[in-house]
């Protein structure tokens, strides 16, 4: 970790450089070249004048011929910085030797329904030509040798065309607004229509019960899919992405036809689903685990239930959950079974045997837990929070947590809240605070008791993008703690213009990468899943879903902390859900700052961990009975632990983060080739570096998420996600 800190703080240091970025080069004798002057690294003040050997007065320039130019940058405490550059002069529109300009799939879900690959055999294809790429000036046409129907502009503001045949190679010129041209070729692929995936992870439903669902995993690329009953009614329709998984549930037995649309378009697969009848003799258990003091085997009104104990019922391997009051159920159909606490801190003994067999056949099958316990004292402390933008709310939430039927004594929680950060309302009042450090004396723990935190922050709207908030939560007892390990948690925010407000992250518990697990190193994983009322109007309840993937040891799930009130359950085929009753979680535009809300929670994986493995993982957001927001997926690849310096060199590395018109892309080799891809798939700009580091023009690019692909020469490829401001 030391090591860490210490390249973070050589890359802080950097000194404070000019820059020129060339926008766009000179084509064909029209005095249209355009370059942007900035400044990077640390040590300058803004604001900042501007002076170019021509000269022009303002950070960017254009209207210029070829030629060599020079700009110094002044900043507020008068040091002049100088950089030159050249703008270079073409007698046609720039190609890169194939296609500059494009065209890519045009992505018109919003518009039309699909992405416009076309059908094996078919004429469908819709491509569009970006304009976001270097030289001419806009607008741009397109002429093509083939039959095409110009459709418009698309939601991106790029041309699109139709009428694009399956294998068809395809020759264009582009003209842009001062009569420049430029030529090139493409050839048309299509939709490739792979196998479509099965269901997993059946569960039926009873008779007369809207009960029953499945799993529908990835085909590995984005793909709709619609799943309607023999009435042509569509029950449920996602879109589903890499990795991606998605419980159907509400569902009556019956069968099921499903239309998968690859790649969002209009090639459709179909496929039938039967949810089986369980039939009249379903039914359900459920049950009590409590800590028995007085070992009576009776839940006394004086003693406490064991909250979040995990349950594993046999044959199928189906796991239940206890709430916060100790009580657990789930739904079976008829037959005969076994059901075991896994709980390692308890010692059941009504009843002593475990696992405990049942059968179900119609009546409800009861099955109580009373437990002692021997286990030493254990504490945890867990903390999360918002996202972090200038000017706007940052609410920040913890818990201290007493895992065991063991006494704390006294307990002292103390909270270190970034400084960057001003302090609104606490809850609860703190015992005592010093500048950002709040303390609270709490006279002790319940047996598997906790205590909530909540401090709601604004960021200053003069703080930078890029600017890291460090929040973090130690508890202490005056009894023996048994384990410290557990006894402090910190999470970290970046600071960013705009961002995906619904979303799912990892990590691990060495907190070395949010996207390697270290098998030697590692031991817990860490989620969050966060989210946003973005509607019109209150959201008066919450439901999120987690379909755990088999790679996680579900009977080590921990809940940590949340934003608001809620209960927690496990459901059929891995399913964690969360469910935020009376949340009356207020829309974006009416109490942005009240608007947010969370989830975190900590699991193991299934041990042995083998390297090279992933773990990957999505959630499904409900906002009342809207259809669910799907996060993108969250994807760990397990590796053995090497030095830190390794793991800061094998990365593709992008500054400023958000990005703004220039991004700095780093790569531990040469880069052969850039591309950005949207959040719908599409690629929209590219480049050819031949660089270990390469300054991306994204200023035509529209505010989202995008993730950067750097091919290197070395025959390595790197991914890097990130958000345009």
């Not at 697990?517 to 969050?528: G, H």
Request: glycine share 8%.
């Amino acid at each position: 970790m030391c090591i860490l800190f210490a390249l973070v703080a050589v890359e802080a240091a950097t000194a404070a450089t000019a820059n020129i970025m060339v926008l766009r080069p000179e084509t064909c004798g029209n005095s249209n070249g355009e370059m942007y002057a900035y400044m990077s690294g640390s040590g300058s003040v803004a604001p900042y004048t501007y002076l170019w050997s021509n000269g022009a007065t303002t950070g960017t320039i254009t209207g210029l011929p070829g030629g060599s130019y020079s700009v110094t940058i002044t900043d507020a405490m008068g040091t002049p910085y100088t950089a030159n550059s050249t703008v270079e002069s073409f007698p046609a529109l720039p190609f890169d030797g194939s296609t500059q300009y494009g065209p890519s799939a045009a992505s018109f879900f919003d518009i039309t329904g699909f992405t416009g690959l076309p059908c094996p055999g078919e004429c469908n294809g819709i491509f569009s030509l970006p304009q976001v790429s270097l030289g001419g000036t806009p607008p741009f046409s397109a002429s093509f040798d083939v039959a095409v129907t110009p459709l418009g502009v698309d939601n991106y503001g790029f041309l699109y065309f139709s009428g694009f045949c399956d294998g068809a190679t395809v020759n264009y010129t582009i003209t842009d607004a001062q009569g420049c041209q430029g030529t090139s070729y493409f050839t048309v692929d299509p939709v490739q229509l792979d196998a479509l995936p099965s269901a997993s992870d059946m569960q039926g439903a009873c008779a007369g019960s809207d009960i029953g669902s499945f799993n529908l995993y990835s085909a590995g690329f984005p793909t709709r899919y619609s799943i309607s009953n023999g009435g042509d009614h569509i029950v449920q329709d996602t879109v589903l992405y890499d990795f991606d998984v998605h419980t159907y549930g509400l569902l009556p037995a019956g069968i099921y036809t499903m239309d998968a649309y690859p790649m969002l378009g209009q090639c459709p697969a179909s496929t039938t689903i039967e949810v089986p009848d369980l039939g009249p003799g379903c039914s359900q258990v459920q049950g009590q685990a409590w800590f028995d003091q007085d070992a009576d085997c009776v839940f006394d009104a004086d003693e406490v239930g064991v909250p979040g104990s995990v349950m594993v019922i046999e044959p199928g391997t189906q796991y239940a959950a206890t709430g916060g009051n100790g009580h657990y159920s789930f739904n079976l159909p008829a037959g005969n079974y076994t059901i075991e606490q896994t709980n390692p801190t308890l010692e059941p003994y009504c009843p002593a045997t475990q696992p405990v067999p049942f059968t179900v056949n119609g009546p409800i099958a009861n099955i109580d837990f009373a437990n002692n316990s021997t286990a030493p004292l254990d504490l945890r402390a867990h903390i999360g929070g918002g996202f972090a933008r200038p000017g706007f709310g940052h609410n920040i939430s913890a818990s201290a947590i007493n895992s065991t039927a063991q006494p704390t004594g006294a307990v002292e929680v103390t909270m270190l809240i970034d400084p960057t950060v001003t302090i609104g309302n606490i809850t609860p009042t703190p015992t005592s605070s010093t500048g950002n450090l709040f303390t609270w004396q709490l006279a002790e723990l319940d047996y598997f008791g906790s205590q909530g935190f909540s401090i709601q922050t604004t960021v200053p709207v003069s703080t930078p993008l890029g600017t890291v908030l460090n929040h973090s939560i130690s508890v202490s007892s005056v009894n023996p703690d048994a384990d410290l390990s557990d006894n402090s948690d910190l999470t970290t925010e970046v600071v960013v213009g705009s961002y995906d407000p619904n979303d799912k992250t990892a990590v691990t518990s060495s907190r070395l990468s949010e996207a390697l697990y270290f098998i030697n190193e590692d031991e817990w994983i860490d989620y969050s899943i966060r989210f946003q009322n973005t509607g019109t109007a209150e959201a008066f309840f919450v439901t999120i879903t987690d379909t755990l993937p088999e790679e996680l040891d579900m009977t080590t799930f921990q809940m940590a902390v949340a934003s608001h009130a809620h209960t927690y359950s496990f459901k059929p085929g891995r399913v964690v859900e969360w469910f935020f009753d009376d949340i009356n979680l207020p829309d974006s535009t009416t109490n942005e700052a009240e608007s947010h809300g969370f989830v975190k929670f900590r699991i193991r994986p299934v041990q042995p961990v083998l390297a090279g493995a992933q773990i990957a993982n999505t959630a499904n957001i409900f906002f009342d009975f809207n259809p669910p927001v799907i996060t993108e997926p969250s994807v760990l690849v397990a590796e053995f632990s090497t030095v830190v310096t390794e793991l800061q060199d094998s990365r593709l590395v992008l500054a400023p983060v958000p990005m703004q018109r220039i991004v700095s892309v780093t790569a531990p080799a040469a880069m052969r080739a850039l591309r950005v891809i949207a959040a719908d798939g599409r690629t929209v700009l590219r480049s050819n570096p031949g660089a270990l580091t390469y300054d991306l023009n994204v200023a035509q690019l529209d505010a989202g998420t995008y993730v950067i692909i750097a091919d290197l020469e070395n025959g390595d490829q790197l991914r890097q996600r990130s958000i345009k401001q």
